[in-house]
Structures are given as structure tokens and as C-alpha cells.
């Protein structure tokens, strides 16, 4: 059986409409059906409605095999079309204002979010949030699918980086170059590390210099914590728009809503549940991972990912690459112990490596893309 054609614009509602016959298998995802008047007559048979609007004539040709899911009452959309950006994330947000960010998109779902509690008894509530985090979900795999997916691959990192921090700019210098390279560059979508590899992959088709230009723009204000931290990202933005070739997804969550999502990231898939935001985001880096130094949440990710590559849960095993010698072999080990464990056969299939070098991180992930 075919399946669901997703119609989730008004220019593809009118091709689909183009043609003859009785609709059918399509899914039809934020439509006002009031503005194309010449749907409202066609004949509609085993179709999926989430969050339309459906004028009550209409309905005397949508047949019982259909499914209609509406909208429930929130202050986010239950079926978002399509991943975020910065301009819907921050909706409502005047980087010339910084109170403005209090009464921004986000940040009203987040109070929402935390007055409803992260775990909530209202059951409306709780599946309003599980039928939003699925149409990121959709909407997510369909971009990845425009890319082959050894060359998706994430960066992981402390959210606690500077813009002052030397890291900050390596990780971006990696980022710009394996984007340059045609991989698609993921991360937790938050400050630090996770900035940084955004800003690398926004800046890609530019200058190094221009990278440099951009950081020094940044550090006026170096912590997620400081008042003009956002309104210093829109600026960059707005005196070095991103090449439109150049893409980066952010995967951030309302789970941590209190660290503000990078408005670097080109697209934004922004979850409530955390643990499929977590999961979901070490999955899709079938490319590889590359952690630089971080704390719980990267250990966290750091043996997640260590055990899907154990057991080669997505078919193959993906490079693992450590980038900070002293910091992943001295002050937090576990590079040593990985090694140690994979020699007992504890674990088994991990591609280690770490280095110092930004050009031996671009290489270990290129040899990899290139050896399918």
C-alpha cells in the first residue's frame, strides 16, 4: 500500500489539486481548507486532517476512512509543518529590546512548559506535547533524507563554553569546513559548544577571516547568561546573511528551556520530551560524533552513542571522535576507558579517536563519508 502523500502548504494543496479524481492517502497537516475554495468540493477518501481548518460543507466529502485530528488549544502549534527557525522560534523577539525576548514564541511555550510541569497530570496537555514532538519528528527525517546519512554528524559539548573560550572558535573552524564539505552539522541546539558549531556551519562558503569578524561581534557577550548574548547572534545574522547552500540542525528541548536555543542553527527541531530529543539526536549522527569537553549531559551522550555503535543498532557503527587530548586522557578519562573496554570485548565495534588537531577531526569524519 502507497503511502501518505504529506500536503502541508497551500502551493501543494493546489497541485494536488490539479488533479482528477477522488483525493486519496494524503496528509494534510496545518491546512485552512477556507482559502482554497475549490477544495471544498472535491471527494476525500482514507486521508489524514491534523490540525485543519475544514469549512462544515466540505465534510459531505471527507468519507469514513478518514482521520480528523484538531488542533488542541495551546500556546504552540499541536502540528507544526515544519521544523522551527529563528525568525518562528523567536517570534515576537526585537533583538533592539531585550525585554522582548520575555514575550517571544519560545519563551511563552516554555512558561507554559514549566507551569503545566515537565511531567504533567493534564492529560490534553501531555498528548497536545507528544503530537507536537511527532510532527517535528516528520519533519525532521524529511530533511535529513536530502542528505546521505554518513555525512550527518553531530558535535556534542558543554553548553558552558565561552565565546571567549579557544574551543569555541576550533569548533566552529570545524564545523565551517566539514559543512563546506557537504555534511549536514548537528547538535543540542543550545549556547557553548552547540553555538559554535552552528555559527561554523552559518558562516561556511565565507572567509575565515569573516568567521573571526563574527566571534569578536560575539564576545561582547561571552555566557548564554549575559543580557545581550541573543541580541549579539541576530546581529551576526543580520551583517552575514547564510548561504543558502549551507544548512545546520539545532535539537534543542524546553526540557533545558532555561539555555536559549541558537538562532545559528539554520533549522530547528525543538522537542518537549527530552529523552526522544536525546535519543533521536545521537541516531540520526550516522556520520559520526565528535565530543569535545563537556560534563554530565556529554558523558551521558558519550556512552549512549557508545552502545548503539556496540551493537550496530542503525546497521553500522559510526566514528567516535574525541577532540582534546589532555581533557578527555587526564581530567575526565573516559577515552582511556572506552579503549580499555573495547580491548576486553566489552564493548565491541567503536571507531575511537581523538586528537588535538582540527585538521585530523575533518579528516577522521571524511574518510568515513567516503568510505561507503
Known amino acids: 500500500m502507497q503511502n501518505y502523500l504529506e500536503i502541508d502548504s497551500l502551493e501543494a494543496l493546489e ?4 488533479s482528477e479524481g477522488v483525493i486519496a492517502r494524503c496528509a494534510f497537516q496545518c491546512i485552512d481548507f477556507y482559502d482554497v475554495p475549490r477544495a471544498i468540493e ?18 459531505r466529502g471527507v468519507d469514513n476512512r478518514c482521520y480528523l485530528f484538531p488542533s488542541l488549544r495551546k500556546p504552540f502549534n499541536t502540528f507544526p509543518p515544519r521544523l522551527y527557525d529563528a525568525q518562528t522560534l ?14 517571544c514564541y519560545d519563551t ?3 512558561r507554559h512548559y514549566v507551569g503545566k510541569g515537565k511531567i504533567s497530570s493534564d492529560i490534553s496537555e501531555m498528548l497536545a506535547r507528544a503530537l ?3 510532527s517535528i519528528s516528520d519533519a525532521l527525517h524529511e530533511m535529513l533524507a536530502r542528505y546521505d546519512e554518513r555525512k550527518v554528524v553531530a558535535v556534542m559539548g558543554g553548553h558552558a563554553v565561552l565565546r571567549t573560550d579557544e574551543n569555541y572558535v576550533k569548533i ?10 557537504g555534511y549536514l552539522m548537528l547538535s543540542g541546539g543550545g549556547p557553548g559548544a552547540m553555538e559554535a558549531t552552528h555559527l561554523g556551519a552559518w558562516m561556511a562558503g565565507r572567509e575565515v577571516w569573516e568567521l573571526y569578524e563574527a566571534v569578536e561581534m560575539l564576545i561582547e557577550a561571552p555566557c548564554y547568561k549575559d543580557a545581550d548574548w541573543l541580541s549579539s547572534a541576530f546581529e551576526v545574522i543580520e551583517r552575514y546573511p547564510r ?4 544548512c545546520s540542525i539545532g535539537i534543542p528541548t524546553w526540557f533545558y528551556g532555561h539555555e536559549p536555543a541558537t538562532p545559528f542553527a539554520s533549522h530547528i527541531a525543538k522537542y518537549f520530551d527530552n529523552s526522544v530529543r536525546e535519543d533521536g539526536l545521537l541516531a540520526v549522527a550516522k556520520g559520526g560524533v565528535i565530543y569535545t569537553p563537556g560534563s554530565a549531559g556529554t558523558m551521558q551522550e558519550i556512552f549512549q552513542d557508545a552502545a548503539q555503535n556496540h551493537y550496530e543498532t542503525f546497521g553500522f557503527a559510526s566514528p567516535m571522535v574525541f577532540f582534546g587530548e589532555e581533557y578527555w586522557t587526564k581530567q575526565v578519562p573516559v577515552y582511556e576507558l572506552l579503549e580499555k573496554l573495547q580491548q576486553q570485548g566489552k564493548y565491541r565495534n567503536l571507531l575511537l579517536s581523538i586528537t588535538d588537531d582540527i585538521e585530523s577531526v575533518v579528516e577522521h569524519i571524511l574518510s568515513f563519508g567516503s568510505a561507503a
Do not use: N, W
Open 15 to 18: 497541485r494536488l489539486l490539479d
Open 42 to 59: 472535491r471527494i476525500y477518501s482514507d486521508c489524514i486532517f491534523m490540525g485543519c481548518r475544514i469549512p462544515e460543507s466540505m465534510m
Open 90 to 103: 523567536y517570534a515576537g523577539y526585537d533583538p533592539r529590546c531585550e525585554a522582548s525576548f520575555r514575550e
Open 108 to 110: 511563552r511555550v516554555y
Open 132 to 134: 507536537h514532538d511527532h
Open 172 to 181: 566552529a573552524l570545524i564545523s565551517k569546513l566539514l559543512t563546506e564539505q
Open 243 to 246: 548561504r543558502k547552500d549551507f
